[in-house]
């Protein structure tokens, strides 16, 4: 098992900044990608960006030139810097750990979640 908390969230206004952290615990060994989701209301939810542990990334097209994703495995904890914030960025943020699966993106791996952080952009 992997517990996510995650922390971060919050209000800030058009072309703002935050950054979001994800801390894992519990079977860490096992985990491969870790990364971000999102998810507004009545919406599936889609991927923000994804780190493996040698520190390839995968961004979704929406965000990519504005947030970073980055890990520190010795802390067992991805971080997720946005920059130039717009207020359609405003939804629920997850964190996510692979675990398990075949390669560095854990390809069928078991997903554990965060219980989610609340990222509003509003002037």
């Known amino acids: 098992q992997v517990q996510l908390v995650e922390s971060g969230g919050g209000l800030v206004q058009p072309g703002g900044s935050l950054r979001l952290s994800c801390a894992a615990s519990?079977?860490?060994?096992?985990?491969?990608?870790m990364g971000w989701y999102r998810q507004a209301p009545g919406k599936q939810r889609e991927l923000v960006a994804v780190?493996?542990?040698?520190?390839?990334?995968n961004y979704a097209d929406s965000v990519k030139g504005r947030f970073t994703i980055s890990r520190d495995n010795a802390k067992n904890t991805v971080y997720l810097q946005m920059n130039s914030l717009k207020p359609e960025d405003t939804v629920v943020y997850y964190c996510?750990?692979?675990?398990?699966?075949?390669?560095?993106?854990?390809?069928?791996?078991?997903?554990?979640w965060g219980k989610g952080t609340l990222v509003t952009v509003s002037s």
């Open positions: 780190i493996t542990r040698g520190g390839s990334t």
């Open positions: 519990g079977n860490i060994f096992s985990i491969n990608a």
């Open positions: 996510n750990a692979r675990a398990g699966g075949v390669g560095p993106w854990g390809v069928d791996g078991v997903d554990y």
